[in-house]
């Protein structure tokens, strides 16, 4: 019966993987088909910018591999900035449709594609923009637009930026979990949460301070671009002038309600079309496969662009997570390579290990030594994320960037009170006085507090001294703008945390200028798995996949959020320099 019982099952076995296979190879053939031909772009052709995936920094995509973007969640940002640059001197592209977006995206990653934009603007082109409903972020970017419609029955959500902090004491004492934290920094309120069920002044007046100053930032380009004055934008916010169609349009926001094939109808008498010709339009993703054959930069010296994104975490890393393993590698291989004059570090992270971010800085200041390395910040670069960054010779942040956030804290859970509960009682047994230092079944004693409290001060000490001497300034000055405070991109250029206001490209041109480069080329890492190959892993982890996406369903996208909120505070492991808040603005 067992025979019978394992025959069955290695059949089955079989057939299953002849299956994969003979799916993989089907894809293969067509992808390879495909990657043959390039995409056909006729002339008098529209580019459409439709932003529905969200996206990444850097995906890690190699232009050869036919596999490339096929398998990919998320779209790559320095691919839609090339494509968008390239398009701007593409004969074939006679202008820009930005098209129903819903963008899943930060907002400095939208800053970066909308003066993307506007460079493209100067060759001359249009930029139309159309949307059934506008989201303050989608409206910020369609600002760019030389024409902005709305569906004659659509939305536009403009009312200024506000957040929202969860608060967990209440919750912590009804089920017997609770979080013991040691922290360092009046505002390091990545722990509040944990000790308050109320914010405290200082948390409110970080928070509203910092998105008081992004929120000014998105005023001033949408004020450009609508010609709007930016008093007059807080007046329309305020009152909720862009509630409906017809206010809207008088408050000039928008320039008119069109249905869709009315939208069509104007694109297609910009371009002068006749009657009987077709729109042509290309997708943006169609269009990636033909800029990413061009390059920007070309010459035998070449400039590094080195991206880490993701929370920080001791080892290897990859697409979402930085890791000692995985950026430390590319460094070396970086500052190793003769042909690299200067190296750029993408930074977008909200920080995380504070051992894996002073070891990702020890090559940073090695690398220093040998060639200029100068740091661009993205959405978020704070706590471990500016810790990375601290070392560089210059640094570059968006307006919009969220920076700062130099202070550390640990948190360790507590079981004990549930424990209690549930009838368990745990004893220890050790050899020496301090063998059994703490235990998830008892109160944290105030030895091992003090230990851990040592440890938070001199990280936290280590942590100034590093930024210290990044920014030539002393630790008392450190400790000033520190305390765990977050900053904008343009308070922290005040502060003198960053050295200028800029995009990736800006910082890139930068080190073109250290290293006295007028051609250089580009070479980006780090070099992640091949589509198909992340396929495949990803394919093995598909059932978790489906669990968490059933969780979510069941219980709700807020409580899953508090969920995941908890299960991330419970797998942080040693001292974190981390973001003081998790910070959804809408």
């Known amino acids: 019966m067992n025979f019978l019982r394992n025959l069955l099952a290695a059949i089955f076995g079989c057939l299953i993987a002849f299956g994969i296979v003979f799916v993989m190879f089907f894809i293969f053939v067509t992808v390879l088909g495909s990657t043959e031909q390039d995409v056909s772009i006729k002339n008098n052709s529209i580019l459409e910018l439709q932003l529905n995936r969200p996206i990444s920094d850097y995906t890690g995509n190699n232009e050869v591999d036919p596999f490339a973007g096929i398998f990919e969640e998320s779209q790559s940002l320095d691919e839609i900035l090339h494509a968008i640059k390239i398009a701007k ?31 493209f603007k100067e060759s001359g082109k249009f930029i139309y923009a159309y949307a059934d409903f506008y989201m303050q972020k989608d409206y910020y970017l369609a600002s760019v ?29 009804k089920t017997g979990i609770k979080m013991e934290v040691i922290r360092h920094g009046k505002y390091k309120s990545a722990v509040e949460p944990f000790l308050s069920n109320e914010m405290s002044d200082a948390n409110r007046t970080q928070i509203k301070e910092l998105i008081g100053s992004l929120w000014n930032s998105m005023i001033e380009d949408i004020s450009e671009g609508r010609n709007i004055s930016p008093e007059n934008l807080n007046i329309i916010a305020d009152t909720l002038g862009g509630r409906t169609t017809e206010y809207a349009k008088a408050s000039g926001l928008i320039d008119d309600t069109l249905f869709y094939d009315e939208y069509e109808a104007k694109l297609r008498e910009t371009l002068e079309l006749e009657d009987d010709k077709d729109l042509n339009t290309v997708l943006l993703d169609d269009y990636v496969v033909r800029s990413n054959a061009k390059k920007s930069h070309i010459g035998d010296d070449k400039i590094a662009v080195i991206f880490a994104q993701g929370e920080i975490m001791y080892g290897e890393g990859g697409p979402d997570v930085i890791g000692q393993g995985i950026i430390n590698e590319a460094i070396i291989k970086a500052r190793e390579d003769d042909k690299i004059k200067a190296i750029v570090l993408r930074v977008n992270s909200p920080g995380g290990s504070a051992l894996t971010s002073d070891i990702i800085w020890r090559e940073i200041e090695l690398t220093k030594a040998v060639k200029p390395v100068v740091v661009s910040m993205g959405d978020v670069a704070a706590s471990g994320g500016y810790y990375i960054a601290a070392g560089a010779d210059k640094i570059f942040a968006e307006p919009t960037t969220i920076t700062g956030s130099i202070g550390v804290f640990g948190t360790i859970p507590n079981v004990k009170e549930l424990a209690e509960d549930i009838g368990v009682n745990a004893e220890q047994v050790g050899t ?52 765990g405070r977050v900053w904008s991109g343009v308070d922290a250029k005040r502060l003198g945390l960053v050295d200028e206001l ?85």
């Open 89 to 119: 001197d593409d004969n074939d592209i006679k202008g820009i449709s930005i098209k129903n977006n819903f963008l899943l995206a930060g907002l400095a990653q939208t800053q970066a594609i909308r003066k993307a934009l506007l460079d």
């Open 432 to 483: 020496n006085k301090n063998s059994v230092d703490y235990s998830l079944f008892e109160p944290m004693s105030d030895s091992f507090r003090k230990i851990m409290q040592d440890g938070i001060e001199e990280t936290y000490e280590t942590f100034l001294s590093r930024v210290a001497g990044g920014r030539n300034i002393t630790v008392a000055q450190a400790d000033s703008i520190a305390q």
């Open 145 to 173: 637009a030389d024409k902005i419609y709305l569906n004659p029955v659509g939305v536009l959500d403009f009312k200024g930026l506000a957040t929202e902090v969860l608060f967990y004491k209440d919750l912590q004492e």
């Open 502 to 586: 800029g995009n990736l490209d800006d910082a890139i041109a930068e080190a073109a200028k250290m290293s006295n480069l007028e051609k250089y080329g580009i070479r980006k890492y780090p070099k992640y798995k091949t589509g198909l190959e992340q396929f495949m892993e990803d394919f093995g982890g598909a059932s978790a996949k489906v669990k968490q996406e059933f969780i979510e369903e069941e219980v709700g996208v807020e409580a899953y959020a508090i969920f995941k909120q908890f299960k991330s505070v419970m797998e942080q492991n040693g001292v974190q320099a981390r973001m003081p808040f998790i910070l959804e603005i809408k």
